[in-house]
């Protein structure tokens, strides 16, 4: 099994507050556990977007204009 790296990141003493406040039943164990699921959370979030913000590829654009026009809604 691969040994899995981590970092050290240090966050405020109130922040570490709020967030352990945060924690609270949800069944993690540690700040950095929890912070860490959050991160990934908002991660993910922003790199959907910005897929969506994307749109269609030329390429896509072209498949669907080609399938309009089969189905007689384009000239």
Do not use: C
């Amino acid at each position: 099994m691969a040994e899995k790296k981590y970092t050290t990141v240090s966050i405020p003493i109130p922040l570490a507050k709020k967030v352990k406040k945060r924690m609270e039943g949800t069944g993690f164990t540690s700040i950095s556990s929890y912070v860490t699921y959050v991160l990934r959370q908002v991660i993910s979030s922003i790199e959907e977007e910005e897929q969506q913000q994307e749109g269609f590829s030329k390429e896509d654009e072209e498949k669907v204009k080609d399938r309009l026009r089969a189905l007689g809604y384009l000239d």
